[in-house]
């Protein structure tokens, strides 16, 4: 059974759809590449996924649930990362973790645990007790991929997750991804670093204008696009290109 | 230049319509009642006190103490924005068509407190015998003439320093202020003129040094910013303002308050929100100004029924407050994304603001016993306090759900 998985999905902000009849699904252990130019609808795709909207038509499913028809379950089944990130101003980096631990009914042992693994992977043990207003745009980063990874939910959602990052965090992240997907979890990663999604994802979903125009493994991509030897940038291009050629003739 | 000419002019109709919006809030408010009872009690008391003044007191003094000090801090009001540091920085030799209209603001809008306070000393000043008709005439303009003196000295000190040691600046032409106003009340036109000429040369001698520094873009810019956040945050007592940060203390002292978790044992939004409301200074001092002035009401107000009354309007203006700060907050938090009933929130907000507005009570019973010794009346009190916060938060929490 898919992790994660979108059947004719069609939404938007108004009535006109930014999303027409997107479909694609990720299976346990899998990394996916959500690739797209800006306004292709990379982040309206996130956020039907995390529930902050809801699709004018079609399904979503996470571990075979709607959010209708389960909110909590399908919660507690992802955890997210988002581009820009959003933390309380008024808690401490261990209370950002605590208020993690509490929301998703972690045991104290296990947080405790894997909390200080996580504090060391991303060299953040000793800001415990530093508040966000002194953390720069990358250690923020860092204290949402670390609450995410605390949860350790079936589903992780990580959109543009690269900006900000020092090259031992982006390293870090990679680290985890792989040995959060080694172990059964799914990862949908949305984002614009070509060569990282090439050289890590397993599957790659080409967005856009709303659609999905290509989806699969780089092989299979080349196949349809008809380049043997391209790199993902190469094939990118291609898309884009050929995308204006049809609108155009 | 026509541009930075029309750049001020565009940016200060904004301004004065932002200003409209937020203080049609301010002067409907319910805070604003409060206030209006509070300067009428105030004017009721001070024309009682002219009545019988006491002898020996340094009315004088009084008066150029006050006045000089609300003429002291003259922040100038320059509407600058961060991108100007990158947008206007070519244009930094004709940056004064820009900063002379924006210092000519500053000055009329910073003139009226000198000019209220001083109008309202007048007959404390009368009754002292300090004055006549035509010197008060001629205190009057050198009030104004002083205004502008500061306005202009702290614009150019700020840009020669960068802001550093504003505070003695603003005590520099704070004594000569006060030495200038009390020369012309005790009639010691020397020390005026010398006071006077001081101040002259101060403000020369900071014109000249500012002249020979690159405008500080950052020092302004930041400056503004800081200005313009204060705005907000005294409007956000009266309604929802959307481009408020709010700044956030640790208040460790309240430790007791915040223990430290147990992650399987507390509840995520309890923890959360006890954090926000006692770490954000927003909400926490807003609540302790109504909670230490109704304590205060109940401590000074002589007519029981008056008490009631304001005790009651301050639970009100507290619950409702306490309710719309938790309630507000940015477009996406990820609390929103925890595997929790949709309900949850809303429940904690209404549980803490029950809790805090209960301390509210404890301490206007408290303070009531004072003044009413071993009674009902502050028993009374404290459950005015409560009964309203009560109906406040039941009755707001009901509009929600409709």
Redesign the interface.
Known sequence: MAILDLQDVTGGYTRKPVLRDVSFDIREGELIGLIGLNGAGKSTTIKHVIGLMNPQGGTIRINGVTFSEDPELYRKSFSYIPETPVLYEELTLREHLELTAMAYGIPQDIFEARSLELLKEFRMEKRLKWYPSHFSKGMRQKVMIMCAFLAEPSLYIIDEPFVGLDPLGIRSLLDQLTERTADGAAVLMSTHVLATAEKHCDRIILLHEGQVRAAGTMSDLRKAFGRPDASLDDLYIAMTEEAAHERLT | MNGLRDLWGSRFGKYVAELQRYLQYVFTGHLAIVLLFSIGAAGYAYSEWLKDVPEGLPAAWIAAVLIAGAMAVATPVTLLKPADSVYLLPLEKELPVYTGRALTWTFFSKLPLPVLLFIVALPMLSAYGFGSRPLYGVLLAVIIAAEWLNVRTEFAFRKAEEGHGVWMDRTIRFAAGVLVLWGILAGSWLITAVAAAAFAAYYLFWTKRAGEKPFSYIHFIELEQNRMMGFYRFANYFTEVPHLK?T?S?RSWLGLFMPD????R???QR??LR??FI??DESFWLWLRLTLLAAGGVLFIPFPVVAFIFVGALAFASAIQTLQTLRGG?E???????????ETRGREIFRLTERVQWIQAAAVTAAAFIPHGWSLTPLLMGAVALIVSEATIRLTGNEEKE
Request: hydrophobic share 45%; no cysteine.
């Open positions: 709010g956030v640790k978790a147990n992650v399987e507390t509840d995520a923890f959360l954090r926000t770490r954000t940015d996406f938090r990820m609390d929103m994304l925890f595997p929790h009933a949709e």
